[in-house]
């Protein structure tokens, strides 16, 4: 059974970093495509990032492009999701979705709150 | 980027009722290798989005027959029949043809 837990959210001021994980199993973990998206309180989905199998592509939208870093260790099944300069509009629910049958984000794990605010 | 409008913003429905979902895009989602790659998406209340349909119209692993997808270029159309209370939540579809992958704003579908 796929399984995807992320931690790391908390409260964090604006300006300051935050690393989210998400450990990944009961598929080949380096087999697949990796993403985060995210969800602001009562909003919509936002994708956030994608990783290729060996962490040698990753892929960002302008949203968060030079802020945020998409990591991956495949011999500890974990991505990881550096965020850097926070911003209010930053704060939201950040999942970890898994590709699969063509899809980039076939499973998803349970989400982890990111609140940034003085 | 791809804007996807997803209509209508709120769908009352009765149980055992038929709804229908469009999503539409603001260009063609026919990727260069002849596929086209949108899919849907039901979150429950409180729950993380699972997939519903991926690339137009083939059901995920354990969706039931009642949820059907259709559509080609850039009009596309969830449909769910004999809607039961488990089907309740925010509906969204995806595009992932083009970068960066976008999704519509959203369907709630709630009992009339």
């Known amino acids: 059974e796929v399984q995807l837990v992320e931690t790391g959210g908390g409260l964090v001021q604006p300006g300051r970093s935050l690393k989210l994980s998400c450990v990944a199993s009961?598929?080949?973990?380096?087999?697949?495509?990796m993403y985060w998206i995210r969800q602001a309180p009562g909003k919509g989905l936002e994708w956030v990032s994608s990783i290729n199998t060996d962490g040698g592509s990753t892929y960002y939208p302008d949203s968060v492009k030079g802020r945020f870093t998409i990591s991956r260790d495949n011999a500890e099944n974990t991505v990881y999701l550096q965020m850097n300069s926070l911003r209010s509009e930053d704060t939201a629910t950040y999942y970890c979705a898994k590709s699969g049958f063509g899809v980039p984000f076939a499973y998803w794990g349970q989400g982890t709150l990111v609140t940034v605010s003085s | 980027d791809v804007v996807m409008t997803q209509t209508p913003v709120s769908l009352p429905v009765s149980l055992g009722g038929q709804a229908s979902i469009s999503c539409r895009s603001s260009?063609?989602?026919?990727?260069?290798?002849?596929?086209?790659?949108l899919h849907w998406y039901l979150q429950k209340p409180g729950q993380s989005p699972q997939l519903l349909i991926y690339?137009?119209?083939n059901r995920f692993s354990g969706v039931p027959d009642r949820f059907s997808g259709s559509g080609s270029g850039t009009d596309f159309t969830l449909k769910i029949s004999r809607v039961e209370p488990e089907d309740l939540g925010d509906y969204y579809c995806l595009q992932s043809t083009h970068f960066p992958l976008t999704f519509g704003s959203g369907t709630k579908l709630e009992i009339k």
């Open positions: 690339r137009v119209s």
């Open positions: 009961g598929f080949t973990f380096s087999s697949y495509w």
């Open positions: 260009q063609s989602l026919v990727h260069s290798n002849g596929n086209t790659y």
